[in-house]
């Protein structure tokens, strides 16, 4: 019962796909660490973070 929920919970979370900024599958668990771990890095790079991390740099260069 617990599983089928979950699975029934997967399909409704994949037809909203298109909405999803990433998709990590984790069919193998390494992978899907090292995916997440990009997206993590990735979002730490954003140009709103950091222009808010580095204002005064970027004020003081323009």
């Given at each position: 019962e617990v599983i089928a929920k979950r699975v029934a919970a997967a399909r409704t979370e994949m037809r909203?796909?298109?909405?999803?900024?990433?998709?990590?599958?984790?069919?193998?668990f390494d992978v899907a660490l090292q995916d997440i771990s990009a997206i993590i890095r990735a979002q730490r790079l954003a140009c709103s973070v950091q222009l808010q991390r580095y204002a005064s740099l970027i004020q003081a260069l323009t």
């Amino acid at each position: 019962e617990v599983i089928a929920k979950r699975v029934a919970a997967a399909r409704t979370e994949m037809r909203h796909v298109g909405e999803f900024d990433y998709v990590t599958i984790n069919d193998d668990f390494d992978v899907a660490l090292q995916d997440i771990s990009a997206i993590i890095r990735a979002q730490r790079l954003a140009c709103s973070v950091q222009l808010q991390r580095y204002a005064s740099l970027i004020q003081a260069l323009t």
